[in-house]
Each structure stands twice: as structure tokens, then as C-alpha cells.
């Protein structure tokens, strides 16, 4: 424990601080399993669309606050609109034929 009473005053600051952002990075991984479960489902595409957008905007919230980094958060999405994509666009293809 610490003896200086900054230190004790970061400690409290830290443990606050970690709590919230645990809080951001678990909001953010649920929303991206909803998209991958919906597309796991074959869900409509636009039940899709909706959750990738609140995915979307759940890594850029978690992102600009410091929970992560913004280089993971890029990555993050990029690895998820992949997968959409993939999905979009076998979808398409099954229609066409």
C-alpha cells in the first residue's frame, strides 16, 4: 500500500478508472458477438446492418476514451465489416441464383 497520500489519491483514481473502461471493453465485445451471432443465424440484412452500426459505434466510444487502443478499435471493425461483407455478399449470390 502506498504511504503518500498522492499515491493513495492515484490508486482510488486507477481502480475508478479501470472499472469504467472494463466496463466500455465489455459493452463492446457483446455487441460484436450479436453480429457475429446474427450473421451465425442468418439473420435478415438489415437486423445486420443495425447491430454492425451499434457494434461500430460501441469500438469508437471504447476507443475514445482510452479503453482501447485506437489501432485496435480500427482493426476491430475492419475484422468485422470482413466478415459482414462476406456474409452480404454470399447472400446476394444465393438470391441471384
Same mark, same amino acid.
Given at each position: 500500500?502506498?504511504?503518500?497520500?498522492?499515491?493513495?489519491?492515484?490508486?482510488?483514481?486507477?481502480?475508478?478508472?479501470?472499472?469504467?473502461?472494463?466496463?466500455?471493453?465489455?459493452?463492446?465485445?457483446?455487441?460484436?458477438?450479436?453480429?457475429?451471432?446474427?450473421?451465425?443465424?442468418?439473420?435478415?440484412? %438489415?437486423?445486420?446492418?443495425?447491430?454492425?452500426?451499434?457494434?461500430?459505434?460501441?469500438? %469508437?466510444?471504447?476507443?475514445?476514451?482510452?479503453?482501447?487502443?485506437?489501432?485496435?478499435?480500427?482493426?476491430?471493425?475492419?475484422?468485422?465489416? %470482413?466478415?459482414?461483407?462476406?456474409?452480404?455478399?454470399?447472400?446476394?449470390?444465393?438470391?441471384?441464383?
Amino acid at each position: 500500500m502506498p504511504n503518500i497520500k498522492s499515491a493513495k489519491k492515484r490508486v482510488k483514481v486507477s481502480e475508478r478508472n479501470r472499472l469504467i473502461n472494463k466496463a466500455y471493453r465489455t459493452r463492446m465485445k457483446n455487441s460484436i458477438k450479436k453480429v457475429l451471432k446474427a450473421i451465425e443465424e442468418n439473420k435478415p440484412v %438489415d437486423e445486420i446492418k443495425v447491430l454492425l452500426r451499434e457494434a461500430q459505434s460501441f469500438i %469508437d466510444k471504447a476507443a475514445k476514451i482510452g479503453a482501447i487502443h485506437k489501432n485496435e478499435a480500427s482493426r476491430r471493425k475492419s475484422r468485422l465489416m %470482413d466478415k459482414v461483407n462476406k456474409y452480404l455478399s454470399k447472400e446476394n449470390n444465393s438470391e441471384v441464383q
